[in-house]
Structure formats: structure tokens, C-alpha cells
């Protein structure tokens, strides 16, 4: 279970892009057993419960009570908030795939 690569973070596309990308969002710090993510609060739209998951901004990874949806081994420990995130996102570099 994993968000798809429009829902993502854009790193690749130009800085309008990203920014668009940061407008509406709520960033946290999360903390997994791997290290430091940043992750956003999201539902998936074709869930009519409307659960709550937390996305990692540039995998789209979903968390829910701490567990990752994609990986056995990968944990979110915490998350809170960090001031900064949006300019360490925006200096996030990766390219398209094929790209």
C-alpha cells in the first residue's frame, strides 16, 4: 500500500512545481528505524472511512499506527513538528525515472 508518484513530493520537476506540491501541506519530521523522513498527513480518496495515514513526501510510503504499509521491517517511531521542512524539501534533488 503505497500512495502513487502524482501524490508525491515532485523533486525532479522545477521549483513552481514543488512549491505548488508544498501549498496545502502539513510536513512533520518523522523518525523511522532507518533514520529521518518528512512525511504529510493523507487519505486515500476511495477510502470511505477516511482513514488517516502518514505519507513519506518523496517515497510515498504509508505509515499507519507506526507501521510502515510497504516494508515488514520499516518502523515510524515518531513524528513532530520541525520548522524548515518545506526549504529541505525543496533542495531535494532526484531525477525522473528514465530521466
Known amino acids: 500500500m503505497c500512495a502513487d508518484a502524482t501524490s508525491c513530493f515532485p523533486a525532479w520537476q522545477i521549483r513552481r512545481l514543488k512549491t505548488e506540491w ?3 501541506c502539513t510536513l512533520y519530521r518523522g523518525v523511522t528505524n532507518e533514520g529521518d523522513i518528512v512525511v ?14 502518514l505519507m513519506d513526501c518523496i517515497t510515498g510510503s504509508l505509515y499507519k499506527d507506526g507501521k510502515c504499509k510497504t516494508s515488514d521491517h520499516l518502523k515510524l517511531v515518531d ?3 520541525h520548522p524548515g ?8 534533488r ?3 525515472l528514465g530521466g
Do not use: G, N, S
Open 85 to 92: 521542512l518545506e526549504k529541505e524539501l525543496l533542495t531535494v
Open 79 to 81: 513524528f513532530y513538528e
Open 22 to 24: 508544498l501549498k496545502d
Open 40 to 53: 504529510t498527513p493523507v487519505v486515500i480518496a476511495t477510502d470511505y472511512h477516511e482513514t488517516q495515514y
Open 94 to 96: 532526484t531525477k525522473a
